[in-house]
């Protein structure tokens, strides 16, 4: 009995592997709800002729804002020789105007850890990149604070250079969300003496030995 048994298993087994490798065409049948069984939507970057571009959609959609951003700005980066926007981001106004003391310690913070390395912990350009010329930078970073062009840049034009990057400075806008990238700016006019920090903020720089 348990002879049959075992050849009977074996030889189900086997009509199985044989059916089931065939090239026999099968139908599901009725389909309950077909859209979610046999998606109709175009695949992210596929060519799609809804488009003007022929492209899905592979950004939002221009002057609207996604979710949970603040303080947007829609300024787009300017194409390879064009200054335009550049130009246009000097009328960008900040909406920090004053950094509260709590402010002002997290802005500092951002950066020592972001923008120290280049242009310095006391925003003089001597970052650990350049070390009075000893360290791997060949060319000393902007001197944020003491240098008459940067000192009157405006608060738009430093933003668009943090988000888009500029020369040889890169883009931060995955490092920093739009609201830090403002308040970071505020951090700079207020060590630059052009913004007053709300209250009695101190407004000495600290915890430089964080980047070494």
Known sequence: MKRLTFVFCGLATLLMAVVGCSDVKRTRGKV?????ADSRAYETYSANPVFADGRTSQGPVAGTVKRG?????????DEIGDTANYVASKQLPNPFTSLTADQLKETERLYL???????????DGNGPLWKDG??????????????????SMPDGQM??????????????????NAK?????????????????PAGNADTTVVAAAVIK
């Open 69 to 77: 951003d603040e303080y947007p700005v829609h300024i787009e980066k």
């Open 32 to 36: 309950y709800m077909p859209d979610m």
């Open 113 to 123: 850890i972001n923008c120290a390395i280049c242009h310095g912990p006391k925003l």
């Open 134 to 151: 000893e360290g791997p930078f060949p060319a000393k970073p902007a001197a944020l604070v003491g240098d008459s062009k940067y000192e």
């Open 159 to 176: 933003f668009y250079s943090v988000t888009y990057g500029k020369n040889l400075m890169g883009s931060y806008a995955s490092q920093l």
């Open 180 to 196: 830090q990238r403002w308040m970071v700016i505020s951090y700079i006019k207020i060590k630059q003496g052009k913004l007053k």
